[in-house]
T-cell receptor, first 113, second 113 residues
Framework: NAGVTQTPKFQVLKTGQSMTLQCAQDMNHEYMSWYRQDPGMGLRLIHYSVGAGITDQGEVPNGYNVSRSTTEDFPLRLLSAAPSQTSVYFC????????????FGPGTRLTVL | SQKIEQNSEALNIQEGKTATLTCNYTNYSPAYLQWYRQDPGRGPVFLLLIRENEKEKRKERLKVTFDTTLKQSLFHITASQPADSATYLCALDVHTGFQKLVFGTGTRLLVSP
């Protein structure tokens, strides 16, 4: 199993550009989520999904869109990139049942100029 | 306001000693708490989960305690090794029906030979 994969690993954008961060998992996990990690802030939940076709907002959803058309994939879209979105983004997945460990991807380091 | 606090200063210890990391929280009533390890440039990796009705959990050289009265979890690594050097994150489940983790900022552990 590849686990949770994320692409790209690094990305530089200009203010106002849009892009999609890809996330895929091959563990048949129902629950997937996106976090951003900033120095001194810890991991913060952006959006999450409890199954295909179902998504909801986390703590910091503004400026991001998600969709979940399949169990495996959970892309994160930046609509109009801003310097405040410079961060490291992590995708995670877990079995839908409550209180389960989350499996994290390797992260995408995004810089917005 | 709701807060999770982990010591932001690095913890330096000598090989073979026991490392103790602290996670304090306020204004949460988590059903369970998780600990993760994060190495530089990588995603967090799950270590242990402890439920609110459990006082202590062990896994090999790791031990976690959970005191819901003090609103505190302690994470111990016995017989520490240089390979244990990493950042350790605690995460509280603040769900209302499904998993929703809130992470602390992490404590960096440095184990010297």
């Amino acid at each position: 199993n590849a686990g949770v994969t994320q692409t790209p690993k690094f990305q530089v954008l200009k203010t106002g550009q849009s892009m999609t961060l890809q996330c895929a998992q091959d563990m048949n996990h129902e629950y997937m989520s996106w976090y951003r990690q900033d120095p001194g802030m810890g991991l913060r939940l952006i959006h999450y999904s409890v199954g295909a076709g179902i998504t909801d907002q986390g703590e910091v959803p503004n400026g991001y869109n998600v969709s979940r058309s399949t169990t495996e994939d959970f892309p994160l879209r930046l609509l109009s990139a801003a310097p405040s979105q410079t961060s490291v983004y992590f995708c995670a997945s877990s079995y839908f049942a409550d209180s389960n460990e989350q499996f994290f991807g390797p992260g995408t380091r995004l810089t917005v100029l | 306001s709701q807060k999770i606090e982990q010591n932001s200063e690095a913890l330096n210890i000598q090989e073979g000693k026991t490392a103790t990391l602290t996670c304090n929280y306020t204004n949460y009533s988590p059903a369970y708490l998780q600990w993760y390890r994060q190495d530089p440039g990588r995603g967090p990796v799950f270590l242990l989960l402890i439920r609110e009705n459990e006082k202590e959990k062990r896994k090999e050289r790791l031990k976690v305690t959970f005191d819901t009265t003090l609103k505190q979890s302690l994470f111990h690594i016995t017989a520490s090794q240089p390979a244990d050097s990493a950042t350790y994150l605690c995460a509280l489940d603040v769900h209302t029906g499904f998993q929703k983790l809130v992470f602390g900022t992490g404590t960096r552990l440095l184990v010297s030979p």
